[in-house]
Every structure is written in structure tokens, then in C-alpha cells.
């Protein structure tokens, strides 16, 4: 059994609210930096470390870098959708892979392909980098592999058995993994693949995963409109439940805010709900609702080293929730549904893809309109 043998509180289901305005210098976003439009529509987007690359996948199989006003076509049109991709966190590598089944790996100093791991006909939807950049874990049906990227071979093999894998996300701090599906979360220690999995049991299936930057807080999102947070050391569920559907995007705020806690976000049908922890060791979290989007809404990011919300929706907007609680800004993106978001890691721009393809970046500035 897992070190974290530990799971959950029941959830106190109250709402609290807190006024926040942004004083002196107003920051803002826009006007819109890049326009670009791809062939298909855009399935992932992520930044490099430094900031210097944003890589953008596609429905059609598309994978583009931009750096600046340049752009490097790694893939072109397969046809095939490209379902995930991520840098590693020391830059080095680029990894993605999709419905083609196949992982492929980019060294980042010259784009050049090192690992091209054929796994069809499974397709690959999720991936992670573990700590140190050199495992990267991805999806294969009911299978997890883990891969050593530097002596290209595999480490291990992790069967979730109950249902295909539906996440994958590793610990931020130490050298566990975990994987979610149907009945939860299971988590595995690297210093011992072949022990028992610490299960997270939930009656439900599990598409979301995070861990919160500090590796204290796990937090999964349900089939069965709930949300579950799991405290390392403790041995009680907090559960949130009510939602309108299921949680679909979660997000954890880079700092804490009240109480020593980060705040955690997520979205479910039109609305975004945001947690924070109250005060007391044995306590649950109160929630509050954030309304201003007009259809579903697709993903929720906190801008880096803040807690500046970010939203995404099908009504085409992206809005930017000033200290995750009043609307400050909406930035139109057309009528079009936005799939994904991006930050840049210094917060100072924001990527957005919508379901026709189109790329739309936002600058950070300190001039013109801000947050009231």
C-alpha cells in the first residue's frame, strides 16, 4: 500500500464571497496579438518553459511551433487527430501523440525527432512528464507506460484494469503517478512499480486529474457531477457535489491564498466554481459560482505565480476573473468555441484555440482599459 494511504472529508457545501478590485496600475490583455488559422480544429496548446515555443496540435494531425512570428510545421496533415502534447520541464523535449497511436518525441535545440514509438492501433490520449523530464507516461487503452526517454526504452507497464485510461498526471514534488478511470484513481510508486496502487474509490469514472503545485492536494473530476480532493495525510474524502454536469476542467491556483491552501477551480455546463479552503485542520471548502458565460465552458487556467482566472467557453469568450472571483475583462474571440487555453509561464500572454482552427494570443499590457 501506498505512503498515501489516506483519503477524504465530506464536503461543507456553503458559498462565501469576498470583494476584490484591482488598484493602481490596471493590467489588461490585448489587443490581439497573433491570428492564425489552421486546418482543423485545435485539440491542444502548450508553452515551453521559457516561454520561447508554443506548440499547437490538431483534430486533423497538424503540430506547429510558433517562436515569435515564426512558425515550424512538425507535422502536417494526417487526418488523424493529435490529442495531447506536452513539454518537458526542463525544455528539452517535446512530446505528442493522438489517434495514430504513435508517441513521438522532438529534441528542442533543432526539432528534431528522436523517439517515434509505434502503439497502434490503440490511440494515445494522455501523457505526462514526470519531475525530472526524463519519464514520460502516456496512455495505451487499459495501459499506462512509462518510458526513459534519454535511454529510449520502457520502464514499466501499469494496467488500470477496470476501464481505459482517462488521466494521467504526475506528482509535482516526489516520484509518484497517477492514472485515473472508471472507480477512481489509482496511484503508484516509482521506487516500487510492482506494489499495490493506492485506490482513490469513486462510484463514478474520473476524466480529470491535478495535482496542486505543492503536491498536497489531488483533485478529481466525476462522471457523477462530482468533485473529489484528496489531502495528503488525510484519511476522510472531501466530496463537492451538486454540480449541473460533469467536472470537466480543473485547475489549481499557483499560490495559496487564505488559510495556506490554493484555491481549485473547475467548470461544469455554463458555470465555474471555485474552492477555497476554510479555516480549521478538519474543515471542508466553501464554494462560489462565477456567471458570465453564455454556453458551456470548456477549460479553466490560473495565470502563473497568481490568482488570476482564466475561462474559455463555447460562446466564444475568454474571461479573465480578477483574483478568481469578479469578471474583469472578456476577451471576444468571435462566435467560435474556444477547445483550449494556454498561459505563457510568465503570465504575460494568453493562447487561445477554437473548433475552426483559428489561434488567438493576447498580450499582456498595463495600458487602456483594466479591471474594475
Known amino acids: 500500500m501506498s505512503s498515501l494511504d489516506k483519503s477524504f472529508h465530506k464536503f461543507n457545501n456553503s458559498k462565501k464571497s469576498k470583494k476584490s478590485a484591482k488598484q493602481h496600475q490596471r493590467t489588461y490583455f490585448g489587443p490581439l496579438l497573433v491570428r492564425d488559422t489552421l486546418q482543423e480544429y485545435i485539440t491542444a496548446l502548450a508553452y515551453s518553459p521559457d516561454g520561447s515555443f508554443l506548440a499547437t496540435g490538431t483534430a ?133 512499480w510492482d506494489e499495490d496502487p493506492y485506490h482513490l474509490n469513486i462510484p463514478s469514472a474520473t476524466e480529470a486529474i491535478r495535482w496542486s503545485a505543492d503536491g498536497k492536494y489531488l483533485a478529481a473530476g466525476n462522471f457523477d457531477q462530482t468533485l473529489v480532493v484528496l489531502e495528503w495525510g488525510n484519511e476522510h474524502p472531501w466530496v463537492m457535489q451538486g454540480f449541473p454536469g460533469k467536472v470537466r476542467s480543473i485547475d489549481w491556483s499557483p499560490i495559496n491564498a487564505k488559510n495556506d491552501a490554493p484555491l481549485i477551480t473547475c467548470a461544469s455546463a455554463e458555470g465555474i466554481i471555485v474552492w477555497e479552503k476554510e479555516a480549521g485542520k478538519h474543515t471542508g471548502w466553501s464554494g462560489r459560482v462565477l456567471e458570465g458565460h453564455l454556453a458551456k465552458v470548456t477549460n479553466v487556467a490560473f495565470q502563473p505565480h497568481t490568482i488570476l482566472l482564466a475561462s474559455g467557453g463555447a460562446d466564444g469568450q475568454v474571461c479573465l476573473w480578477n483574483k478568481a472571483h469578479k469578471l474583469g475583462q472578456s476577451l471576444p474571440g468571435g462566435k467560435l468555441e474556444i477547445s483550449c487555453l494556454a498561459w505563457h509561464p510568465q503570465g504575460t500572454e494568453i493562447a487561445a484555440g477554437t473548433d475552426e482552427g483559428q489561434l488567438l494570443i493576447w498580450q499582456q499590457t498595463t495600458e487602456g482599459q483594466g479591471f474594475a
Open 60 to 192: 486533423g494531425g497538424e503540430l506547429i511551433l510558433y517562436r515569435r512570428q515564426e512558425s515550424i510545421e512538425l507535422l502536417g496533415i494526417t487526418e488523424q487527430s493529435l490529442d495531447c502534447l506536452a513539454f518537458s520541464p526542463d525544455g528539452k523535449y517535446l512530446a505528442a501523440a493522438g489517434q495514430d497511436g504513435h508517441l513521438r518525441v522532438w529534441q528542442m535545440t533543432d526539432q528534431q525527432l528522436i523517439i517515434d514509438l509505434d502503439q497502434s492501433p490503440r490511440w494515445i490520449e494522455h501523457l505526462d512528464w514526470s519531475r525530472d523530464g526524463k519519464s514520460l507516461a502516456f496512455s495505451n487503452g487499459r495501459y499506462v507506460q512509462v518510458w526513459d526517454v534519454t535511454a529510449d526504452q520502457v520502464i514499466t507497464t501499469l494496467n488500470f484494469e477496470e476501464s481505459s485510461v482517462l488521466g494521467v498526471a504526475w506528482h509535482p514534488i516526489v516520484d509518484h503517478l497517477a492514472i485515473a478511470g472508471y472507480q477512481g484513481v489509482k496511484i503508484w510508486q516509482a521506487k516500487d
